[in-house]
């Protein structure tokens, strides 16, 4: 398998994922979605922007929602570990034929706006204003009790080359979807902070965000966040699990919020920091990849997604063929 | 809405559901798959049978696997109080035309074979050899940590014909399903240990042995019983869930073991004993019946059972129409 | 050993432990107690009086805190099945040479009040107003989310005497402590509703009322209780625990409300209700009786109570010398 | 407060705690405490050795046991990134005044053996051989099923001085306690990998180890790990716990092995990545920094340790005089 190399001296250190940026037609239904079922903080709001940070979290914000006529994700952003570390990602961005160019945003340091190489929207800053974290104030835990932001997932016909950018960023690739025998990356993993993912690439129709992912402390956070979206009326946006992932390993349960949204709670991460790892790959037919147990994701999981903002999304010439529910069901009627 | 009146005098004392005698091609497969992924202690075995009870009890058994080259269900089983209780058990069926006959059965004491007004295969007994609790041999503690044995639903076209029988044997109704403004009942939850069931009847065809359950003691033993169950080979036997029940309101999930029966994890229930508490009412058409929250059931749970022994199937004049996970699937594809 | 006889058919039905009627120096700070770390539900309140049921009790209460000048147990409670078992209670406790009055009670049924053969003040009544089972109201879930009231313990120089009374009355022995080779009753498991007990006497002075427990659906939340208990400045209250019991088996931790009132949440009771399961005697010089792993309970835990009002507590001719954390550190300091 | 300079470009790249060498008198007996209490796997073993990793752990050890005829640990092991990194720790460490030298040890890449500010014997390593990791073998979990190891906690006179060594080895200080208006280092947590420590030095006679700690997957696994020890026969073992810590907010339980080494499994612990996150001190006399709820750990938690092999421990000038439980007691006696 032909995998781009490790760069263990990287040009500039990102240390994780950070926030994300989104947008939505109604912030006060938002507000309770967020803060009652998935079980984030509100840290600050005016009359165009929520801002949440999670149980945990010492940072200003994980998600910045803005009120927009359109359901779509603007930015999803990354830490760096000092302000030289931005400006060495500026000049490596530059040099690598990515638009780059400062901005400033509320409560954010200095900030780099960035196209990646799968043409996605990225922020870059050092710091935020420092927030008391929230992980011993448990009379304020909701729902699924959202400990810190995790990852992301991007749908891309750029896997390959967005593997490419980011482990020469300094990224790991922990684990990878490539048909045996082929070089084809179907899927990616990719880290920095020394867990499975802080950002994923899919092949698809895109560049499209699929989702973004919370840590949740236990098992029954997951079921517990269900219930709570049963209660309030979102029971419908449950769209996946609780289940249990094949790569990555992890427990999980994906809601949909009322603008399509699609935010991920998951529990049971490995860490994975030691030279000696090399990225594991799995081959896309085993079934293992997509359900250990029980049944595959239904098809709106795979197909449907929000947009990025100025970033159309490119069709595939051969649009991948997933084992949905629906084809599941389906074959399974006919046995 | 007419129900049947609640017998507080009832004329014997049936205590509880207490085993299930179901009949396997395998039995050194079934011993794991019970064993392994549901939790129980293999407390007996011989060449054709196994004797299973779950983690907490004191029973000799609560599931019995005969050897047989059909999968079927022979019996299910409930309790009576004491030998009296037995013999008032005799007389009280057969004035209600139920055939009743004495039995010897290993490992239990005298035994009453009855068939019910669903015909139903029932057997009771009012002892058995005392085994020791393994609730506290935490080191043989497996899969979903079946703790005991709590209940069984029975499909049948005679739902109010059971619900009468057996309230008038002293089960209380706890809940129902009945489309409001009609006497139909298409659901009926009965018990007598106090809680919200030890058997349920639905209608479909039948007599038809739906399901058994067990109660498991947290969340996440749900989830460790459909990771085990992976983790050997049982993934697909994951037929639904985890899951949150409406009726009951217990977390579930669902197995069928390789032979086809379908086993029960759950979680939660709530004690009912007083004398204020009336029967609760459900309207078929209240989407939160089936799924508070996520999707409904496949179709496969609703419609595949297994058989009682010498107990041929009526169907039914009126098929049943639920909403399953096909439908629900179908319809979110046209919206 | 010489037990009191087993009645299986006994003159009249008591079904379950009920509630427990206390006095508070301040009802308001009760009321966050009892509300966010055990996670009672308030059902209703006067100038006087706090009336608490548990999440999934569909009873007006089971938890009455009355306004005093010193806190005490007024009554404990006991659930008969009908108005026809309340009659016969009276005239069963009567012969037994117990007084027994009517009362008029607010939110029960009508109310019969006994002194039984420890002196313990008790109420018992058939029903009370139906309240809506708050098992799904995920949202309204605190602390402890304390399920339903299980059973109470009481300290008492009459062991026998009121275990001989309460079998008399039909309940069963499950559980008991008594030297091997003697004929003493150290302490005593009685039950009705088909777990280890509905009520527990101990031996010591008294009749004192030690504690009464709610049922708590999973570890987790008796970890939580104490999370919310710290951050609320009950850190102190938590007397004992998170720990494992040797007799009943359960988890538990004990908490001291703010007047002294001992409240315990526990998890994993097993339920018992077959003929053949004869009472479990464990000696009083077994390590495993108070302890199965870490520290024995504090001195208060074993000698701190509060009184039960106008029942004034008989000293014991041989004060009871049990293993108490601070016996056990001083032994463990000269080894 | 004058706290050593915080180096975010460090002279080379220590990303983890990464394993302990421990002696112990009886490795069969070790075997089974540290395999089905604390849930580690076996990796190897020969007549001298015992090589333990944890669940998600791909790497050969994370646990050395050798025999011994005096328990003590000989070494606490650190990763660094490459081969390069470990020339420039020696280098380093020389330059510090520490002593280093290069040593072969199984079943690691070339090993630095180092001895830091406060006495402690040191190891450093790139890499081991990859073994496979058990995160999803799950009917391979055990007791308080580890998950990787996390952090040690030393004791020393000398805590500023191990502060200013590892903070300029490139060490963050997360959290620390200090007597408000001085400048007296007492405890100090710092970290490497993004969480709140890799090591810990507390002031007291030594240096000694005090404990090494596992991440423990949810709550009920700390329970779960009491009650296998408890069943075991190594109830007495549980020293302190399960409780809250008020540093670093974890739940945790303590476990003594026979050897009388201590082993921590913990639960919940955030993130730490951000520049703008400044150390968190406390003051010594605050209650919350030992226990938000509950009592105190014993004495024995606090004075009783093992030793480093060739490290002899140096008596402090003023002992340091926690709030014991046995203190905590006493004090209670005569309120």
């Known amino acids: 398998m032909n995998l781009p190399p490790t760069v263990f001296n990287p040009p500039f250190r990102i240390t994780r994922a950070s926030h994300v940026v989104i947008t939505a037609r109604d912030l006060a239904a938002r507000r309770q979605f967020y803060g009652e079922v ?52 500026k000049s490596f961005f530059e040099s690598e034929s990515c ?25 870059l800053c050092a710091s935020m204003p420092v927030m ?23 749908v891309t016909p750029k896997v390959r080359e967005a593997c490419e950018l980011y482990m020469a960023a300094g990224f790991r690739l922990t684990e990878y979807i490539s048909p045996f025998g082929t070089s084809d990356l179907l899927g990616v993993f990719l880290q920095r902070k020394g867990n499975p993912h802080d950002i994923v690439f899919f092949n698809g129709a895109g560049p499209r965000p699929h989702h973004f992912a919370y840590l949740a402390p236990e098992t029954h956070h997951l079921m517990h966040a269900c219930d709570i979206a049963g209660e309030l009326g979102f029971g419908a946006q449950v769209e ?96």
Chains 1, 2, 3, 4 share one sequence.
């Open 38 to 89: 998935i079980g984030l903080i509100l840290t600050a709001q005016d009359n165009d922007t929520l801002y949440f940070r999670a149980v945990e979290e010492a940072c200003h914000h994980s998600l910045v929602i803005k009120k927009g006529t359109r359901p779509a994700c603007a930015y999803i952003g990354m830490r760096v570990m000092t302000e030289d570390d931005l400006d060495r990602a």
């Open 240 to 335: 996946r699990g609780p289940g249990r992932h094949g790569l990555g390993h992890a427990m999980y349960v994906y809601f949909r919020d009322p603008d399509g949204h699609r935010v991920e709670l998951f529990n049971t991460h490995y860490q994975i920091m030691d030279i000696e790892n090399e990225p594991v790959g799995w081959d896309p037919s085993d079934p293992k990849i997509s359900y250990p147990w029980g049944m595959p994701a239904q098809r709106s999981w795979f197909e449907q997604t929000t947009d990025f903002i100025g970033a159309p999304a490119v069709e595939l010439a051969r649009k991948p063929n997933p084992m949905t529910l629906e084809t599941y069901l389906a074959r399974k009627a006919t046995e």
């Open 132 to 154: 008391p974290r929230m992980i011993t104030a448990f009379t304020a835990h909701k729902g699924g009790c959202a400990q810190r932001l995790d990852h992301y997932q991007i």
């Open 99 to 123: 638009a780059a160019q400062w901005a400033e945003m509320p409560f954010q340091s200095r900030t780099l706006h960035l196209t990646d190489a799968a043409g996605v929207p990225l922020e």
